[in-house]
């Protein structure tokens, strides 16, 4: 399967006016989002814990997290975002996409929006 992105807007949650915009790979393997760490304490985005993490490589790994609002595709929703390297691309992780009833159609390789938010 291609690449899928995503433009895609992080913001603080108390102060949505500061915010930091890319294009964001949309990573169905991967739980949680993922930004800079630079670009996240810009908007000042504080860390609130740390995880281990599973990498592609089989390798764990802990990162820190933060909290933050995550806007694309005209819609809101909020959750982790893993401070990363600063080489690191910008990921979208599955959580935020599920939260807001978005899939990736493996056949186009293009989001498409879920009929309903499954609730069951």
Do not use: N
């Not at 964001?24 to 281990?52: H, M, N, W, Y």
């Not at 959580?95 to 929006?113: C, F, N, Y």
Request: glycine letters at 8%.
């Amino acid at each position: 399967m291609g690449l899928t992105k995503v433009t895609t807007k992080l913001s603080h949650p108390a102060t949505p006016q500061q915010s930091y915009e890319a294009l964001f790979l949309v990573d169905t393997g991967a739980t949680d989002s993922l930004a800079p760490a630079e670009e996240l304490r810009k908007i000042g985005v504080c860390e609130e814990g740390r995880t281990a993490y599973e990498l592609a490589d089989g390798q764990v790994k802990q990162y820190a997290y933060g909290l933050v609002r995550i806007e694309f595709m005209g819609e809101v929703t909020a959750g982790r975002v893993i401070f990363a390297e600063a080489e690191a691309e910008p990921a979208l992780g599955v959580t935020a996409l599920e939260s807001v009833g978005i899939m990736v159609d493996p056949a186009s390789k293009t989001l498409k929006r879920l009929p309903a938010i499954l609730l069951k």
